[in-house]
């Protein structure tokens, strides 16, 4: 079992930056990928970013150009900086992981999520 801690979220004005990390522990033999979801209120959870253990990295259109994820995969951590900020980021925001056990099953954990609300 893999958990993950998320922190980071909160309030920022339009046009603003923040920064949102995320640390997986547990019993792990390998995290393949881990990435960034987000969920409005009334909306689907929809991705905003993925990182591979290779550095390859996948983007949401609505957030290309302003996000950057970025992975640390001695650590097993996970950032997202968000920058230049739009009212429609407001969502809680979850961090994912893939991850391979010592038994080489491929399994995916999520944390409990935290809140951005870009507001002025």
């Known amino acids: 079992q893999v958990q993950l801690v998320e922190s980071g979220g909160g309030l920022v004005q339009p046009g603003g930056s923040l920064r949102l990390s995320c640390a997986a522990s547990?019993?792990?033999?390998?995290?393949?990928?881990m990435g960034w979801y987000r969920q409005a209120p009334g909306k689907q959870r929809e991705l905003v970013a993925t990182?591979?253990?290779?550095?390859?990295?996948n983007y949401a259109d609505s957030v290309k150009g302003r996000f950057t994820i970025s992975g640390d995969n001695a650590k097993n951590t996970v950032d997202l900086q968000m920058n230049s900020v739009k009212p429609e980021d407001t969502a809680v925001y979850y961090c994912?992981?893939?991850?391979?056990?010592?038994?080489?099953?491929?399994?995916?954990?999520w944390g409990q999520g935290t809140q951005v609300t870009v507001s002025s």
């Open positions: 990182v591979t253990s290779g550095g390859s990295t």
């Open positions: 547990g019993s792990i033999f390998r995290i393949n990928a």
């Open positions: 994912n992981a893939e991850y391979s056990t010592w038994s080489r099953a491929i399994l995916y954990s």
